[in-house]
């Protein structure tokens, strides 16, 4: 637990007005887990028990924020995505916004005290103070996201697929990857993006593991299909997101990964090892990252190729399928009222989306949902 010294001084308290001293009544400092050496120790209030009118006093993870500009007067204020591993909040932050926004980062941990309130039927946090805190004196696993699934079972997948390898030249260069446990260790922690699908730790393990699973029937079905080729780029397309990604209580992009991207990180990953493969024919070179340089399908997606042979135009389906239907699922979950039949508007599908919960079936407002393709492909544009 994170334990602030000298936070709840005399000095700290005589700053707090009686109005705001009453929010520490004996019920209140009853919901702290103890106090040691007279330091209070907050117990962690978590996103998704949080309802409006509730005073906020927590830890929290800043995911994104944005210094505006107020429409109707002069000045700014800053908004602010907070995180824990049960969801997100929107808090606001009205004065001193930009010396505010000067001092905080993304992936910053904060101690947040303020109100929760509903503004346009979204909950937004009024904030009242905020401090940095030290990651190291939290529960890590309080903040961070991770598979639900067995990664030990993921990893099976993975290996299975690896020993199923018939050609030599492919079977030596997914093994001169996936053998080396640092990297294995690492394409198993590292989430498969920083938001949309796959956005946890584990997240890219759990991708393509899926992926592999959905290959299987539609290789029953097309056995023009090369399941060698096809399975070497289920494994590798997405190898660069290693290096393209930093993960731990956040997600962000490394330096590399806004310079470059995945798909080019990637290709020089899997160039270096085909080129420590002796007699590794220059046809199947071509092919393999004819792959990875066009799994995203179309050049408006980020895609420096378009496939252009089956195996990789089944590689860009199959694995989009996987994450499209990924986002659609965390999309409908993360509705928290059971009673909510509809979630939010998505501005990543561009539409509003059936829960499948509650008796009756009422759309909202259908001309909130105009103003984007309906099939999908804004969210394809933005995880790809």
């Not at 040691?36 to 209030?45: D, N, R, S, Y």
């Not at 020089?268 to 085909?274: D, L, P, S």
């Not at 590794?280 to 340089?293: C, G, T």
Request: charged share 25%; with cysteine.
């Amino acid at each position: 637990m994170y334990t602030r010294p000298f936070a709840y001084s005399p000095i700290r308290l005589f700053a707090y007005s009686p109005i705001r001293l009453f929010a520490y009544s004996p019920i209140r400092l009853f919901a702290y887990s103890h106090i040691l050496k007279g330091v209070l120790v907050p117990k962690k209030q978590f996103v998704s028990d949080l309802t409006t009118g509730d005073r906020v006093d927590s830890f929290f993870v800043l995911t994104e924020k944005k210094l505006l500009d107020y429409k109707s007067k002069p000045g700014q204020f800053l908004s602010l995505i907070l995180s824990d591993r049960t969801g997100s909040v929107e808090g606001k932050v009205w004065e001193r916004a930009a010396e505010m926004s000067a001092e905080l980062n993304e992936g910053d941990l904060l101690y947040i005290v303020g109100r929760l309130e509903t503004y346009r039927q979204s909950p937004q946090l009024k904030i009242e103070t905020l401090e940095t805190a030290d990651a190291s004196q939290v529960e890590l696993g309080d903040f961070t996201v991770a598979t639900n699934r067995d990664i030990g079972e993921l990893k099976s997948i993975v290996r299975q697929c690896l020993d199923g390898f018939t050609s030599p030249h492919l079977k030596n260069l997914t093994a001169s990857l996936f053998s080396d446990e640092g990297f294995f260790e690492q394409f198993s922690a590292a989430p498969a993006a920083k938001a949309l699908h796959h956005a946890y730790l584990g997240g890219l393990l759990e991708h393509i593991a899926e992926v592999i699973e959905l290959c299987e029937p539609m290789l029953r079905l097309y056995p023009q299909i090369d399941r060698d080729l096809l399975m070497t780029g289920v494994l590798l397309h997405d190898i660069g997101k290693i290096r393209e990604l930093s993960w731990g209580l956040h997600t962000e992009y490394t330096d590399e990964g806004r310079l470059l991207g995945h798909i080019s990180i990637g290709y020089e990953m899997i160039y270096e090892k085909i080129r420590q493969i002796n007699g590794f024919p220059e046809s199947l070179k071509n092919r393999v990252l004819h792959m990875i340089l066009s799994h995203h399908g179309v050049y408006e997606f980020g895609s420096p190729r378009r496939p252009k042979t089956i195996e990789a135009q089944a590689l860009h389906l199959v694995e989009n399928l996987d994450a499209q239907l990924k986002g659609f699922v965390q999309t409908i979950e993360g509705v928290r009222d059971p009673a909510q039949r509809w979630t939010d508007f998505n501005r990543r599908f561009d539409r509003y989306l059936y829960t499948g919960y509650g008796d009756e079936w009422e759309c909202p407002d259908e001309d909130e949902d105009e103003g984007g393709s309906e099939d999908g492909t804004l969210f394809e544009m933005q995880s790809r």
